[in-house]
């Protein structure tokens, strides 16, 4: 019995080796059958092939990149204009937190002038009443109280010219005309005081020339008002 079974067994497999070869020899024979120029064109289709996977993989490898230099450069554009951004609006910052400095101190000039003005043209009441031609001294004043007015209310619409001017799309170029208003009103207030200082001066020259009666005394020149504290201010809204 074992001696059967041992028998079967060398048969099946000299079965499958014999099948095997018969494959074998047979897809020899059939590669065999191509003529050279079939071998060709088969070797031709291979590299063919192989050639068109390459470029599908080189043409993968350049989208990515591109795609990633795409990134890159829209990345660094999102850092450029988070970066402007920020110093537009720091620039924005400092040339309103400027201007409403200037414009505060330009009114502080203004409403000093005025007071002195007010002061003095009260003094001339008081002299007219005595008999004292102080005509040139009062139509100088009323010329300062005229170019203070227009300084007021030039320097009033400055606030909201300079909240235009920031939020504009070029705000250096739209500060332009903010400044040019400051550098008017500036030089009215120069002008006016300069011109309350001649008022001043052609008062005192009338109480001088004033002849008194008999038995009476001259009236007292007017004080010199304290105008220092005007040109500093004048002088710091020019900065």
Same mark, same amino acid.
């Given at each position: ?15 499958? @080796?014999?099948?095997? #070869?018969?494959?074998?020899? %047979? ?24 050639? *068109?996977?390459?470029? =599908?993989?080189?043409? $993968? @490898?350049? *989208? ?62 008081? #002299? ?36 235009? =001017? @920031? ?49 009476? $005394?001259?009236?007292? *020149? ?8 005007? $040109? =500093? ?5 020019? %900065?």
């Amino acid at each position: 019995m074992a001696s059967i079974t041992k028998n079967l067994i060398k048969t099946a497999t000299l079965t499958a @080796v014999t099948l095997l #070869l018969f494959v074998g020899v %047979a897809a020899l024979a059939q590669e065999d059958d191509l003529t050279p120029q079939e071998h060709k064109e088969q070797h031709q289709a291979l590299l063919e092939e192989r050639k *068109a996977e390459m470029e =599908a993989k080189r043409e $993968e @490898v350049q *989208a990515n990149m591109e795609v990633k230099k795409a990134e890159m450069e829209a990345k660094k554009e999102e850092r450029a204009e988070r970066k402007a951004a920020f110093f537009a609006e720091k620039v924005q910052n400092r040339l309103t937190n400027l201007s409403h400095n200037i414009i505060t101190r330009m009114g502080a000039a203004i409403e000093r002038l005025r007071n002195i003005t007010d002061r003095m043209l009260s003094r001339i009441d008081t #002299l007219e009443a005595q008999g004292i031609d102080t005509g040139a001294s009062k139509d100088t004043l009323g010329d300062v109280h005229t170019g203070l007015d227009t300084a007021e209310a030039m320097l009033s619409s400055l606030a909201s010219d300079v909240e235009d =001017a @920031v939020s504009s799309d070029d705000p250096r170029a739209a500060f332009q005309s903010v400044k040019a208003t400051m550098d008017d009103v500036r030089d009215i207030i120069t002008q006016s005081h300069a011109l309350l200082r001649q008022g001043v001066e052609k008062l005192k020259t009338a109480v001088r020339d004033a002849r008194p009666e008999p038995g009476t $005394e001259l009236p007292p *020149a007017p004080d010199t008002p304290d105008t220092d504290t005007t $040109e =500093a201010e004048t002088d710091e809204s020019d %900065a």
